[in-house]
């Protein structure tokens, strides 16, 4: 009886690999973002590509706007701490989940964001499927949502990633976290 990896060799640990890697090359889409421009929310469509050119910036997933940890701890940490992670050469921070401009909107006005963090609104989740940071939540009456994560990137290369395998949120995904990596890749 052959094993799996004998059988496959090679092919079976690039073929399903789990999610975009340190090193690698943010994908190619078109992007939602809605951010604050003169005290309103407006949203604006870019490639990532040209999003991320010449930018360090941190991208922090998240299941879905005003659910209770996104709305209640996760962000709020990311907009009080946007000046110190400014500090450590980081351009913009990116709340990403799978929702559509029109609620990514009013979350981000209700988090009181201001100018601290802009929202990408991947209403498809097809940016999310490309980096293969999507979970799956239909138990929970959610569908197919962003898993919880932050990561680094720098003009479009992912320099850090931590990925929370899920909705759940641990200190892994928070921003002293990431703040501490992006200090140390200053």
């Known amino acids: 009886m052959l094993s799996a990896s004998r059988l ?30 003169n005290g309103k929310f407006e949203k604006t469509t870019i490639t990532s590509t040209a999003l991320f050119k010449n930018q360090k910036v941190v991208i922090v997933g998240y299941p879905g706007c005003f659910t209770p940890t996104c709305e209640g701890i996760h962000l709020p940490q990311y907009i009080q701490r946007s000046a110190d992670l400014r500090k450590t050469g980081v351009n913009k921070i990116y ?17 009181n ?37 932050s990561m680094i990137v720098n003009d479009n290369k992912v320099e ?16 002293s976290q990431i703040l501490e990596q992006a200090r140390k890749n200053k």
């Open 8 to 37: 496959f060799g090679r092919t079976l640990t690039s073929t399903f690999r789990r999610y975009i890697s340190v090193g690698e090359t943010i994908p190619q889409t078109n992007l939602t973002i809605i951010e604050e421009v």
């Open 95 to 111: 709340a990403l989940a799978i929702n559509d401009p029109f609620v990514t909107a009013s979350f981000a006005q209700k988090l």
């Open 113 to 149: 964001a201001g100018d601290k963090i802009a929202f990408i609104a991947d209403g498809t989740g097809e940016f999310t499927k490309k980096l293969k940071m999507e979970t799956d939540l239909s138990s929970a009456g959610l569908g197919i949502r962003s898993k919880r994560y």
């Open 160 to 175: 850090t990633l931590n990925d929370e395998g899920g909705p759940g949120f641990t200190n892994l995904s928070a921003v």
